[in-house]
């Protein structure tokens, strides 16, 4: 995980503006995301900042920016997973290191950038200065795993970011880089949209079932490669617990697992301990209390820059457990268990009036993905100097899945994410990769699951700290996406003391389909739906 900052504009020798300032006020501000090294290099028409977080080639030899004979350089947040074979296209370069995004530029002089970007198996936000064209290009993976902001200062000149903080004294717009898009100095494109498929493949449901197993087995195999310290997030559900399964069988080592929750009410504590020790792993828990949480709200709001309740309740969890990993080890990468939920069904996805409407949400939620899950994902671990790696978010997973008749993944077994389950389910005579009570487990949201007095402690102290009027008034302050609940009022409050008038980067807030019987509620809990059954036991 790094965190960069490129701002097109007229500085003088120390890297200062008339119209912006020091540009190290600005830069300064992603530091968290890059502890290992920081440059700050000018070209013709501005200033690249990078902050570097050292995972392949930890020599200086891997620092960025690049830069190419001809002058150009490259900044880029990201893994390449496909680099070893890039890199046998580009003859014409003399790699200096082991860096994964080395092969980037060489890959840009040769191809272009369409070109480029569409060869790429990779989680990226990358950013380009062409010497020749005398312009920036950029470009943003297909999931939106790394994050990419864009906008323009008051003279025209383009900016871009890894986070809204950076840019938030300079642009009066700013805009989140689409997921799929490059700009090529003057628009934005798209390259790949995984939620659009054009047509279902014909697999019979045996041969997904060895689909949906080898292909997210190789998704965990190529996010293991690193020359620093990796460890696995656990909460004990479906999800995380099959990441770190498949990586444990993988390891040549027990690998370490993490996870987080509440004092005296935890839920998925004892079933990540159930993982880690089926699995082998070196496990710690962490425990949080109602104090740690409160304390946590703030800096966690303006870490993730939004004022979505979903995001921000799950976010307190997997912020403590992040610093804790943070403070307490030498791990520099995390793998975690985000984007199954939008693949394979949710608790809300259960009331899908049809396999074309399961569809169209899965769609929906894919494509918004970067707003959400994943941008919580990245804050919370990037705030800690931690680097996210997401198996289920695979280029090649993702559009294996989204081409899958939704027919099949309809819940009609009474159990969620039937398919994936059923394909990590152990054949006669072999040995099982999880234990039964984890494969098939009911799914429970991680901010129930930490423990639900977290939840209703935050609930409680918004009904205390505002009234029913001020909710009823909320509109006259706040017109966009007006907060309807006190817990969504304080949030909403708190992320206009950091970003005032930034709202709308935010498309809405995460709610199950309201159009569908079941899910018109006023609360993103899965414990408000009618399904919620065991999940939370």
Known sequence: MCGFIVIEGEFDSQFESKTIGPFKNLYNKL?????????????????????????????????QPFKSETQNLLVCNGEIYNYPQLKTECTHHNFISHSDCEVLLPLYEKHGIKDMVSKLDAEYALVIWDAKLGKLLAARDPMGIRPLFYGKTKEGGMCFASEVKALHDVCEVIIPFPPG?????????????????????????????????????????????????????????LDSSLVCALAQKISKKPIRTFSIGMTDDAID?????????????????????????????????????????????????????????GEKTNIKVLLSGEVSDELFGYKYTDFAPTP?????????????????????ADRCISAHSLEARVPFSDQDFVEYVMAIDPKLKMNTTGMGKFLLRESFKAGEGEEKLLPDHIL?????????????????ELKSFAEKKYTDDDVKN??????????????????????????????ELIKDYWLPNQTWDNCKVTDPSARVLPNYGASGK
């Open 181 to 237: 898009h490059y700009y090529d100095g003057e628009k934005i494109l798209s390259y790949l949209d995984l939620s659009v498929v054009k047509k279902f493949h014909n697999d019979s449901q045996e041969q997904v079932l060895k689909g949906i197993n080898q292909k997210l087995r190789l998704a965990v195999d190529k996010r293991l490669q690193s020359d620093a310290e990796i460890g696995f997030l656990l909460s004990g559900g």
């Open 440 to 456: 098939w487990r009911d799914k429970a949201a991680f901010s129930d699951a930490v423990g639900h007095s977290m939840v209703d």
């Open 31 to 63: 530091t968290h995301r890059g502890p290992d090294d920081h440059k700050v290099v000018p070209f013709a028409k501005g200033v690249i900042g990078f902050h570097r977080l050292a995972i392949m080639d930890l020599s200086p030899q891997g620092a």
């Open 474 to 503: 909320a509109h006259l302050k706040y017109p966009y996406k007006t907060p309807f609940t006190k817990e969504s009022l304080m949030y909403r409050e708190i992320f206009e003391e950091f970003y005032p008038g930034r709202a």
């Open 356 to 376: 074309e409407e399961f569809q169209k949400e899965a769609a929906k939620r894919i494509h918004e993905l970067y707003i959400y899950d994943v941008l919580r």
């Open 269 to 325: 504590s004892k079933y990540a301990k159930d993982v880690a020790d089926y699995i082998g792993s070196v496990h710690t828990n962490v425990s949080m209390t109602v104090q740690d949480v409160m304390n946590a709200l703030r800096v966690v709001v303006y870490h993730l820059e939004t004022w979505d309740i979903t995001t921000v309740r799950a976010s307190i969890g997997m912020y403590l457990v992040c610093k804790h990993i």
